[in-house]
């Protein structure tokens, strides 16, 4: 039962490059989102999802796109990164009507030069 | 506003100490609360939570009570474990959008020494 899959594990890019984060969850959960993880800032949300086809914006939603073309997959996207986006990724996901206990995924850590 | 406080860290402790990570919110209404447990290298997980006040959530040993006069829900255990080592989080529902989200805090780093 892999849960929830985030990859890559680690990423370090360009300023101005794009890249999509993956994420994949096998266990059928309605709810998807996206935090980012900071020192000394705890963890912010970025963008979630309720269900296929439908996406809403979270606390720190600029320089970032999510879709969710299918229940399994929700990709985070970065349009033009920029060093401020420097950090960890993660993708979290929970049952239909249940999102208050979120299973993680391990993690992507991002740098950006 | 909505917000999560928690202790600074690192905390660190010998095995076998009492622990406490001191946990305040600001919300409107009473929220569902919970603790999640980071530990190294792996995403958070749920460690315990609470859905109205005066609950008590509790796992592992670890217990966290719902005290709505106080705002608080502080994290306990009576004898830690080295492999307690981890970064704990206090969250809190809060509901607003398409559907409720949960709000973090920073996060408090607990070292357990043998």
């Not at chain 1, 986006?85 to 049952?95: D, G, H, K, N």
Request: charged fraction near 15%.
């Amino acid at each position: 039962n892999a849960g929830v899959t985030q990859t890559p594990k680690f990423q370090v890019l360009k300023t101005g490059q794009s890249m999509t984060l993956q994420c994949a969850q096998d266990m059928n959960h309605e709810y998807m989102s996206w935090y980012r993880q900071d020192p000394g800032m705890g963890l912010r949300l970025i963008h979630y999802s309720v269900g296929a086809g439908i996406t809403d914006q979270g606390e720190v939603p600029n320089g970032y796109n999510v879709s969710r073309s299918t229940t399994e997959d929700f990709p985070l996207r970065l349009l033009s990164a920029a060093p401020s986006q420097t950090s960890v990724y993660f993708c979290a996901s929970s049952p239909r009507g249940s999102n208050e206990k979120l299973f993680f995924g391990s993690g992507t850590q991002l740098s950006v030069l | 506003g909505n917000s999560v406080t928690q202790m600074e860290g690192p905390v660190t402790l010998s095995e076998e100490a009492f622990l406490t990570i001191n946990c305040t919110y600001t919300a409107t209404g009473y929220p569902s609360l919970f603790w999640y447990v980071q530990y190294p290298g792996e995403g958070l997980q749920l460690l315990l939570k609470a859905t109205k006040a005066d609950d008590k959530g509790s796992n592992k040993g670890f217990e966290a009570t719902y005290r709505k006069e106080t705002t608080s829900f502080h994290l306990e255990k009576g004898s830690v474990q080295v492999s307690d080592s981890a970064v704990y989080f206090c969250a809190r529902m809060n509901y607003g959008g398409s559907q409720g989200n949960l709000i973090f805090g920073k996060g408090t780093k607990l070292s357990v020494k043998p």
